[in-house]
């Protein structure tokens, strides 16, 4: 018994000890734009995209 209690209250104040530092996360969220300034020269474009989808991903795009 005498063994193990020294470590076991190591272990119990090193939990207790770094419990208030694992709180989550609290603030702003925060959200980036980000802007490719090398894309301006490709031809695919959003407004027709069976130019680079295929039929199957275009009929499962216009079924969502």
């Keep these: 018994m005498k063994n193990i ?4 209250a ?3 104040a090193l939990l207790l000890g770094t ?3 694992a709180q989550a996360q ?3 969220v925060r959200r980036y734009f980000v802007y490719f300034k090398d ?3 490709t031809p695919y474009t959003v407004g ?4 680079f ?3 199957r991903a275009v ?3 216009t079924r969502q």
């Design 5 to 8: 209690f020294w470590p076991a």
């Design 10 to 12: 190591a272990l119990l």
């Design 19 to 21: 419990a208030p530092a």
């Design 26 to 28: 609290t603030g702003a």
């Design 39 to 41: 894309k301006a020269g």
């Design 48 to 51: 027709q995209p069976q130019a």
């Design 53 to 55: 989808l295929s039929a």
């Design 59 to 61: 009929a499962r795009r």
